[in-house]
Nanobody
Framework: QVQLVESGGGLVQAGGSLRLSCAPSGRTFSNYKVGWFRQAPGKDREFVAAINWSGGTTDYADSVKGRFTISRDNVKNTAYLQMSSLKPEDTAVYYC????????????????????WGQGTQVTVSS
């Protein structure tokens, strides 16, 4: 698997935007599927979005559809989560995850589908 590093979290007002980045340490992940998950205090970690190796296939949780966009740049070896129209309920630690198995090998909404995880980055949305 691969070590992942997230960046871009912070404090933003409701209605604002943030872009999270995820990059592997020491190797490429251009042939990995990538997912973003989040965990709010006292809640389980939940699926946010996923993207296949080429960027041609994406999936989103219903709660973020139309507001968040997952993308990747395999030349820069980085995946992104563009978050817009942020709400206080989006406050959470956001985790990047990756796995080299096929995009359809397991449900991308499941934590068990991803073998590599970052340490997380805090996103706080104030009302």
């Amino acid at each position: 698997q691969v070590q992942l590093v997230e960046s871009g979290g912070g404090l933003v007002q409701a209605g604002g935007s943030l872009r999270l980045s995820c990059a592997p340490s020491g190797r490429t992940f251009s042939n990995y599927k990538v997912g973003w998950f989040r965990q709010a205090p006292g809640k389980d970690r939940e699926f946010v979005a996923a993207i296949n190796w080429s960027g041609g296939t994406t999936d989103y949780a219903d709660s973020v559809k139309g507001r968040f966009t997952i993308s990747r740049d395999n030349v820069k070896n980085t995946a992104y989560l563009q978050m817009s129209s942020l709400k206080p309920e989006d406050t959470a630690v956001y985790y990047c995850a990756a796995d080299r198995r096929s995009y359809y090998s397991g449900s991308v909404g499941s934590l068990q589908t991803f073998g590599s995880w970052g340490q997380g980055t805090q996103v706080t949305v104030s009302s």
